[in-house]
């Protein structure tokens, strides 16, 4: 550790608190990829263990998956041949802040891209509750559907279940699904949004849903659990074991696939106001405006996670200051960040993480294309706690009533 902490401390010297990160690809076996992450098409056929569907971004979080290499979905510091995940195990401070770091374990969030050429099968991520007995961390996560983009073939994501389900306790309903595993048709027990560009969503752990095919920024707790409740996806039915993929085998065995039912937030799911309550638009930053660009958040309503979208105009400068360390992804244009070369597209200049030193004075962002110059800010656990709040809408009561 003080040989990984001593390699840190002098990246971070060079660079004067920011390190340039690689991308880190994630394989999936259970659906076939968007080819929308710029990889050439050769790349993104991994063989056994499927094809290359996302990229996690500042990562520190491993890639729970069948067949997986044993740095699958960590991130890299570029040029240093350590982890991201060591580097903040041996130095904490230095990236964190000391005072951060004496709270938090770690950075406690992953954000990456899914790039997905059918819909996600229908699932759940566990509730903190249930991850604890198991030693795991929970999943609430939010998404952001860039604009510019192909949206695929669904651009439509399912939520939760019909609320009368809820509402008439009718929990069950789901169970032959999950037992007889031959189709889709667990679907029609749950309503669709359309994936529209430059908007999003937020959705608790608990909460069930199956993902449209709009290319999606993801932006969630630091975790891989998931229990997969669709049996037919893309053509082809998926292994049942990915549905008690995160069950402890006692419960398994006890209850069959009534455990998983028993993960479900049946609150969250029912949710009639589902959209007005959990739609995420961006929502202008309190700063004070400055003429060379703007910060809007798209990531907001919990403390668990939260990240901006800065716009930087072509031949101008922003200057930058946040409250704590975060990693950034450059989504499009190119330029400079506090003097270091970035550039959307060029998977050498696309990802930084910016130390809590260096962000909490003013960094400047500099436009040295023609394009708008738009990157991705990306904040861990309790960093930004003045973020907007949807208000709540609706006096629904669910499985209270």
Same mark, same amino acid.
């Given at each position: ?65 069948? %067949?997986?290499? *044993? =740095? #699958? @979905?960590?991130?890299?510091? !570029? +040029? ?6 060591? $580097? ?105 949004? %359309?994936?529209? *560009? =430059? #908007? @999003?969503?937020?959705?608790? !752990? +608990? ?6 095919? $709009? ?41 069959g696939e009534q455990a998983v039912l028993d993960q479900v937030d049946w609150e969250l799911s029912g949710d009639p106001y589902f959209y007005e309550n959990r739609h995420t638009s961006p929502q202008p930053v309190s700063d004070p405006k400055q003429l060379g660009g703007s910060e809007q958040w798209i990531y907001y309503n919990t403390t668990k996670f939260s990240g901006k979208k800065m716009i930087v105009k072509s031949g101008q400068k922003f200057n930058s200051v946040d409250k704590g360390v975060y990693n950034i992804l450059v989504?499009? +244009? ?68």
């Amino acid at each position: 550790m003080s040989a990984i902490r001593d390699k840190v401390e002098g990246v971070l010297g060079k660079n004067n608190g920011i390190l340039r990160l690689d991308p880190a690809w994630v394989a999936r076996d259970f659906l076939p990829a968007g080819h929308r992450l710029g990889l050439k098409e050769s790349e993104y056929d991994v063989g056994e263990r499927g094809s290359i569907c996302e990229r996690w971004i500042g990562s520190t979080t491993k890639a729970d998956n069948r %067949l997986s290499p *044993p =740095d #699958e @979905g960590l991130s890299y510091i !570029a +040029g240093a041949g350590i982890t991201l995940r060591d $580097a903040v195990d041996a130095a904490g401070d230095l990236i964190m802040g000391a005072e951060y770091a004496k709270t938090h374990k770690g950075l406690g969030r992953l954000a990456k891209i899914y790039d997905f050429a059918a819909r996600i099968p229908y699932h759940l991520h566990q509730s903190q509750a249930d991850m604890a007995k198991q030693g795991k961390n929970s999943k609430e996560e939010a998404y952001y559907f860039p604009e510019g983009v192909d949206m695929g073939p669904h651009p439509e994501t399912f939520f939760g279940v019909h609320p009368s389900i809820v509402e008439n306790r009718q929990f069950d309903i789901l169970l032959p699904y999950l037992t007889e595993w031959k189709n889709d048709l667990i679907l029609r027990h749950s309503r669709a949004y %359309l994936n529209v *560009p =430059d #908007e @999003g969503f937020h959705l608790p !752990a +608990g909460g069930l849903h199956a993902p449209g095919t $709009a290319l999606t920024i993801e932006l969630q707790e630091d975790s891989d659990v998931f229990a997969m409740l669709q049996a037919l996806n893309a053509g082809k039915i998926i292994s049942k074991e990915l549905l008690f993929k995160d069950v402890l085998p006692a419960d398994r065995k006890a209850k069959g696939e009534q455990a998983v039912l028993d993960q479900v937030d049946w609150e969250l799911s029912g949710d009639p106001y589902f959209y007005e309550n959990r739609h995420t638009s961006p929502q202008p930053v309190s700063d004070p405006k400055q003429l060379g660009g703007s910060e809007q958040w798209i990531y907001y309503n919990t403390t668990k996670f939260s990240g901006k979208k800065m716009i930087v105009k072509s031949g101008q400068k922003f200057n930058s200051v946040d409250k704590g360390v975060y990693n950034i992804l450059v989504w499009r +244009g190119k330029g400079r960040f506090d003097g270091i070369e970035i550039a959307a597209g060029d998977f050498s200049k696309d990802e930084l993480l910016i130390t809590h030193a260096k962000a909490t004075v003013p960094v400047v962002i500099e436009n040295t294309g023609t394009d708008d110059l738009m990157i991705i800010k990306f904040f861990g656990p309790d960093i930004n706690l003045d973020i907007p709040r949807i208000k709540k809408y609706g006096d629904w009561k669910g499985i209270r009533s």
